[in-house]
């Protein structure tokens, strides 16, 4: 069975960090570009970060550039997403998806239909 298994979520005061991993399991992740995309309350899944497969291009969204860190561990089948100076409006459910490719078209554009494979979202609240 084809998954992603996100974790790292939870409570974090403004300020604070959180480190999300995505781990995937029955197909490895080296071929593939893996974004990150959160979902806040009433508002439609919106695209984070996304990393290619080599060579590495992480791509950003511009309300996280300069606060969230995306690599990944190919050997760990593994992708991660460092998150600092957290903002009460990153409040989301945060998911992985895997592109269908090397690159990170489907989060680029916001083309859904080319993210293949999803997890099952790990919830982040950013509040005092």
């Known amino acids: 069975q084809v998954t992603l298994v996100e974790s790292g979520g939870g409570l974090v005061q403004p300020g604070g960090s959180l480190r999300l991993s995505c781990v995937a399991s029955g197909f490895t992740l080296d071929t593939y570009a893996v974004g990150w995309f959160r979902q806040a309350p009433g508002k439609e899944r919106a695209g984070v970060s996304c990393i290619s497969s080599a060579p590495l291009n992480p791509y950003y969204a511009d309300s996280v550039k300069g606060r969230f860190t995306i690599s990944r561990d190919d050997a760990k089948n593994t992708v991660y997403l460092q998150m600092n100076n957290l903002k009460p409006e990153d409040t989301a459910v945060y998911y992985c998806?895997?592109?269908?490719?090397?690159?990170?078209?489907?989060?680029?554009?916001?083309?859904?239909?080319?993210?293949?494979?999803w997890g099952q979202g790990t919830l982040v609240t950013v509040s005092s």
């Open positions: 998806a895997a592109e269908g490719s090397r690159n990170c078209s489907g989060s680029y554009y916001g083309d859904y239909r080319l993210l293949e494979v």
